[in-house]
């Protein structure tokens, strides 16, 4: 059964910075695709960042230069490092984990949320 649990998200100032963890059991994040999402109140949910398996990232134009995605392959974790944070960063985040990517078969896992509020 695969799991993944996010950590790390709370309130902070704009202009401050935030490191969100994903712990994974069940599921190998190095294996595929991975990455983080987000959701603000109202909006659809959106990419924030990407990493293939070969640590190719891709980013969402709004956090370009501003956050870093990264994984630790020993301890199976993926993080999000957050750095200039702004008011329309507020959001729940949302860890994801690909199996089949660019198949018929790819599968999604996803976590439960971890919330992000920046206040101005």
């Known amino acids: 059964q695969v799991q993944l649990v996010e950590s790390g998200g709370g309130l902070v100032q704009a202009g401050g910075s935030l490191r969100l963890s994903c712990a994974a059991s069940g599921i190998i994040f190095s294996g595929d695709l991975c990455g983080w999402y987000r959701q603000a109140p109202g909006a659809q949910r959106e990419l924030v960042a990407t990493?293939?398996?070969?640590?190719?990232?891709n980013y969402g134009d709004s956090v370009k230069g501003r956050f870093t995605i990264s994984r630790d392959n020993v301890k199976n974790t993926l993080y999000l490092q957050m750095n200039s944070l702004k008011p329309e960063d507020t959001a729940v985040y949302y860890c994801n984990a690909v199996r089949n990517t660019g198949t018929p078969w790819r599968r999604d896992y996803w976590g439960q949320g971890t919330q992000v509020t920046v206040s101005s």
């Open positions: 990493i293939t398996a070969g640590d190719s990232t």
